[in-house]
């Protein structure tokens, strides 16, 4: 079965687009997730504003993961000696081709380079995640935990980051917004997930009374007037109570031992 596709949108705003084809770059920008992810392009980009810093024969224009590494290596050695600061986990999400972050990385350079706001096309929240992509397909289509895992965490993350502990925060994080998700899905369409009502939600509540239990001005007002009894004055009186005890020798010798012991 066919679903359609959502129709492709770069991200990029017309303007930006403009600045990238007067710049006159060596390569074409046809997909720009793929075509910014080795960072050569955005080398020559800042090779047209420093040009003594910027030597294009010192980038490499490879696809694999060490020579991105390498090339956002130099680069991110030049911003921070030039003071320009740009997000690490756009360009980590760059690097990695995550849907949207390309994108955000060229409006942010464009913003740095000219001094210009950028007017962006869309107004929704960049996650890096394909979470736009699986809102737009039916429910029976969406992704499971494992594919949502397989979809949003990169080959290459793993390798260029092996550690064990920073990989199980990642997929820590896509399955709590997977479950988040499912919960809001399961939210909107309790029909479908054939979510049956609680009791607190089948019981008749009454509304809230609208003023709360006063007392009377008469009784306030008599409290007012009379005067609490103080506790320092008072007198406490105490009565003594004699009590007539037996001799304790004379009922011992009243008592009989062996007739007692016999008896027993």
Known sequence: MAYPQPLKKTGVPREVLKWLQSLDLSLSTKNIRRDFSNGYLVAEIFSWYYPEDFPKHSYDNGTSLPTKLSNWSQIERFLLKQNIMLPKDVIDGTIHCKPGAAELLIQDIYSLLTNRRVRSLGDDEVDFTDRCYQENLPMVARSTASKAIKNNLRLSEVIAEPSIHANRRKIEAIIFAHVRRRQAERAEDPKRF???????????????????????????????????????????????????????????????????????
């Open 194 to 264: 054939n979510v049956k009502p609680t009791l607190g939600e089948l019981a008749v509540r009454l509304p809230p009374p609208e003023q709360g239990w006063k007392e009377p001005s008469s009784s306030r007002r008599s409290a007012k007037m009379s005067p609490a009894p103080s506790t320092s004055n008072a007198i406490v009186q105490f009565k003594e109570i004699n009590v007539r005890q037996t001799d304790k020798p004379s009922v011992l010798s009243n008592i009989d031992m062996p007739s007692q012991i016999k008896g027993f």
